[in-house]
């Protein structure tokens, strides 16, 4: 497609809920990266793959998140047992190079838990 | 300390006017500075993409580094209302993979 594509682009999950997170990288795009924004913070990482290895976890603040991409190309962020404190807006950005130049944006998921 | 500062403002600017954005980092192995600039509701856009110390201009806007300092800084010529945004700096280093993000200026441009 001609950009990222995020969904659900809104999601309210109960506290405890398990949810899913999907996105879709700009075809041929080597890399892939979660970040998660925070209301009125800027984006802090959460993983990075190339292709369908997971090079960096780093970022993943619990052993509730996990993310995959099993092909190479779409990838799903998962948060199991969901707090409060997960709720904020969930980027992915992907790059045609495994580098560190700029990347292209999705428009973020927002995840509410109440 | 976090790895990068940046003054949330908001800042608000008539039309017409430079814009001065700027933010200051602590680790000295940053080597790639970006400026993404992000609506309401939208992920961030990149708009200046600078490897290493110098400028970089780029139509209405101009990128500076200067790593002696740990000081970047992102002009905006001209500003026009379509500008109104929040701007954040992004850098990272030649190891690892992520970048570290600034908390974002809020930028209003007013005709």
């Known amino acids: 497609g001609a950009g990222v594509s995020q969904s659900p682009r809104y999601k309210v999950a109960k506290r405890g809920q398990d949810v899913a997170l999907r996105c879709d990288p700009i075809s041929g795009h080597v890399s892939l990266f979660w970040y998660q924004q925070a209301l009125g913070q800027g984006p802090e990482f959460l993983t990075y793959?190339?292709?369908?290895?997971?090079?960096?976890k780093s970022g993943l603040p619990s052993d509730r998140f996990f993310a995959e991409r099993p092909e190479g190309s779409v990838s799903t962020l998962k948060i199991q047992r969901t707090q409060q404190e997960d709720s904020a807006v969930y980027l992915c950005?992907?790059?045609?190079?495994?580098?560190?130049?700029?990347?292209?944006f999705g428009s973020g998921t927002r995840l509410t838990v109440v | 300390q976090k790895e990068v500062e940046q003054d949330p403002g908001p800042l608000s600017v008539p039309e017409g006017a430079i814009v001065s954005l700027n933010c200051t980092y602590s680790n000295s192995a940053f080597q790639y500075f970006m400026w993404y600039r992000q609506y309401s509701r939208k992920g961030p856009e990149l708009l200046m993409y600078t490897y290493s110390s110098g400028n970089k201009e780029d139509g209405r806007f101009t990128a500076q580094v200067d790593k002696s300092s740990k000081y970047i800084s992102l002009f905006i010529r001209d500003s026009q209302p379509s500008d109104s945004a929040t701007y954040l700096c992004a850098m990272g280093g030649n190891t690892g993979n992520q970048f570290y993000f600034g908390t974002g200026t809020s930028l209003t441009v007013i005709p």
């Open positions: 950005a992907s790059s045609l190079y495994a580098q560190n130049y700029g990347y292209t």
């Open positions: 793959f190339q292709n369908e290895a997971q090079l960096d």
